[in-house]
């Protein structure tokens, strides 16, 4: 089956995918979009249902293809995870970290550990810790909503301070998106504060009315802080500096109704992560719909695309190749090649690169499509988080409202960047939940005597401050009735979280490579990564993200509950290797995924050092374009999908210039 006489094949049906059909749909071109995934359901109460019945609530938990299932648990397997090896699109989720070495539970496979390798080795290894979906709409479906623009400052970090790489052009390329960045923020609508927002811009040399760009303003207020917030947004916490830098507290924009409008009102609802039950958050089905509502558009669910095929004469591409399947785990129903005048892949960081190396059968380029420099797959990167927690002085009721509404800002640059990691500092309202999986942790505990929590036993903290919530009760107390629901209610009502998005430098040994054995239900090779969290730049970021949080904590009054993870293990048992903790200068971290999946696929201005130039055109086959946050030279410091919508809107407005 060949699908012919488009003007643009697309594949992915994420943000970029999405945006980039819709605005080339308007303009009447006629556009395929592949989709590896399922179809966009017609509301999202199967998604609901299933979320309710998931024992783990994690970001993938309602989507297909299924991520879990009790009853099919085993003693090797108690999460009951599916073979990947039997699913048509399986994906990375986050239940797969603790089995990153077991190829039938996760979809990765991982290169192997050098021998003998001490807890504080740069070199060792580590399960790479964000997920994605592969599904209509892409990994918008689980996205937290958080719109930050990033400086011009993150742009140039090379020349600035001396660390990675600038984005092509520097600070100039900031002036560039800055308009599709505006362009951006109103079609996702975003919820901010402008006035808040003005003054940390300044503070990093941004102007809204001059140096950078042109007035701009959020289409909605923002959303009202949380007690949580304020709890943290107080004149002790707000006192305090780091590297001379003073810590403010400020309003999140987010990609939420904090109105009605063509999307309902935030009505408070706390999942955001993994779903907004009435579609308030914004996600890529949205714009997909109005790509469809043109009447130019096409998409195709359930066609995983298999290779790119490449004109032997031109090196223009000249179709992809894809294979179709009707369930998750039935057999191949079909195969063809969709045919375009251009291409525009938006995969995501994981599955992108993939595609790239797969079509690895053309004249010319037998490393990959469009890897002549060999960086396909390479300086694979994350926000490596530092999660800390504690219990404030007095109630703050959190498990309301979004799950982060207000952060720091204001550490996110500075001269400090020429030694460490910059890190934003975001203000979590869900208590325990992502800490500690609360409340199912607390609540065991005091049903059957543990102290998993620290709350219920004779734990000291670092600050040696005694971590029993009741010092009148036993340790390890096992209670029930009022006395029970009133020590819980007492906790649970004062949990407070920070978490640290710490940017991590390019490495061109992170990376993504096809796997030499392992392969999914349709035969295609699954993604091997190399993933190390291994410079002195991020590991400091650690350290300062450590001491900063006991300094907030005690300024706030609070008591601070961080646990420490037991001793890294890289040798030995691979079965027993550590995931994601590490030691550095005597202290033992554990690192998060901030589920930033980044810089597989990046541009440049040279086509030996990246895959892309800066108008996210293949340096190698003129008419292949890519989006996404593969794009990215670097990781930076804010979440990326507002990055990821403006240069998606920066690169159709290149194609369509190209078409004319």
Not at 389 to 415: I, N
Not at 631 to 657: Q, R, S
Request: proline share 7%; net charge negative.
């Amino acid at each position: 089956m060949t699908t012919q006489n488009y003007d643009l094949v697309i594949v992915g049906s994420g943000v970029a995918g999405s945006i980039v059909a819709y605005q080339l749909g308007s303009q009447g071109k006629k556009v395929l979009i592949l989709e590896a995934g399922q179809e966009v359901p017609a509301d999202r109460s199967d998604y609901m249902e299933t979320f309710f019945k998931a024992n783990a609530k994690t970001p993938e938990s309602p989507y297909p293809p299924t991520t879990q299932d009790p009853s099919a648990s085993t003693q090797d397997n108690p999460l009951g995870l599916p073979d990947p090896a039997k699913e048509n699109t399986p994906r990375y989720t986050v239940l797969q970290i603790g089995a990153w070495r077991n190829p039938r539970q996760c979809y990765f496979d991982y290169t192997a550990q050098e021998p003998n390798l001490s807890p504080d080795s740069p070199h060792a290894k580590f399960a790479f810790a964000s997920s994605y979906e592969r599904i209509g709409g892409g990994t918008t479906w689980h996205w937290l909503g958080t719109c930050l623009r990033l400086f011009p400052h993150d742009f140039e970090l090379k020349t600035r301070y001396g660390q990675g790489v600038d984005w092509p052009g520097g600070a100039k390329f900031y002036d560039a998106l800055v308009p599709y960045y505006e362009q951006a923020t109103q079609h996702i609508g975003v919820s901010g504060d402008k006035q808040a927002m003005d003054k940390i811009y300044s503070e990093f040399g941004v102007s809204s009315n001059g140096q950078y760009g042109s007035e701009y303003d959020y289409p909605m207020p923002g959303i009202d802080p949380s007690q949580v917030d304020n709890s943290f947004n107080v004149p002790p916490v707000t006192s305090l500096t780091v590297d001379d830098i003073a810590v403010s507290i400020t309003p999140t924009p987010q990609g939420r109704n904090s109105l009605p409008g063509k999307r309902r009102q935030c009505a408070g609802n706390t999942n955001c992560i993994p779903i907004c039950p009435i579609q308030a958050k914004y996600d890529a089905t949205v714009t997909l719909a109005q790509a469809l509502q043109t009447g130019n558009v096409d998409i195709r669910y359930r066609c995983v695309a298999s290779n790119i095929r490449l004109d032997d004469t031109t090196h223009e591409v000249s179709g992809i190749d894809f294979i179709t399947y009707d369930t998750q785990s039935g057999i191949q129903t079909g195969s063809g090649t969709a045919v375009g005048k251009k291409y525009y892949l938006a995969a995501h960081a994981i599955e992108t690169p993939k595609l790239l190396l797969m079509s690895n059968k053309n004249k010319g380029f037998p490393k990959g499509v469009a890897n002549s420099s060999d960086q396909v797959g390479r300086n694979l990167m994350d926000h490596i988080m530092y999660l800390a927690w504690g219990l404030a002085k007095d109630p703050v009721f959190p498990y309301r409202g979004p799950l982060s509404t207000s952060g720091v800002e204001s550490l996110r640059d500075g001269k400090f960047r020429s030694t460490r990691s910059a890190y934003r500092i975001e203000i979590g309202n869900e208590g325990w939940q992502w800490a500690a999986n609360d409340p199912f942790t607390t609540l065991a505990d005091f049903v059957f005597g543990q102290d998993a929590s620290q709350t219920n036993g004779s734990t000291i903290n670092a600050q040696n401050q005694p971590l029993k919530f009741d010092s009148n009760l036993p340790d390890n107390a096992q209670l029930f009735g009022a006395q029970l629901v009133s020590t819980l209610n007492g906790i649970y009502t004062r949990q407070v979280r920070l978490g640290y998005l710490i940017e991590q430098l390019p490495d061109p040994d992170n990376r993504v490579e096809l796997s030499e054995s392992l392969t999914d239900h349709l035969g295609l090779p699954r993604p091997k990564i190399t993933y190390r969290v291994r410079s002195d730049y991020e590991r400091n970021g650690f350290v300062s993200a450590r001491k900063v949080s006991t300094e907030i904590f005690q300024a706030m009054g609070a008591r601070e509950y961080t646990t420490t993870p037991p001793a890294p293990v890289f040798s030995g048992d691979p079965s027993k290797e550590t995931a994601t903790n590490f030691e550095y200068q005597g202290h033992r971290f554990t690192f998060y995924g901030a589920g930033h999946i980044v810089g597989t696929y990046r541009m440049g201005d040279k086509k030996e050092n990246s895959v892309v130039n800066v108008r996210q055109q293949s340096w190698d086959h003129t008419n292949l374009y890519m989006g996404g946050s593969g794009l990215f030279p670097t990781v930076a410091t804010g979440n990326p999908t507002l990055t990821i919508a403006a240069l998606a809107f920066k690169t159709a407005t290149h194609i369509l210039e190209d078409f004319s």
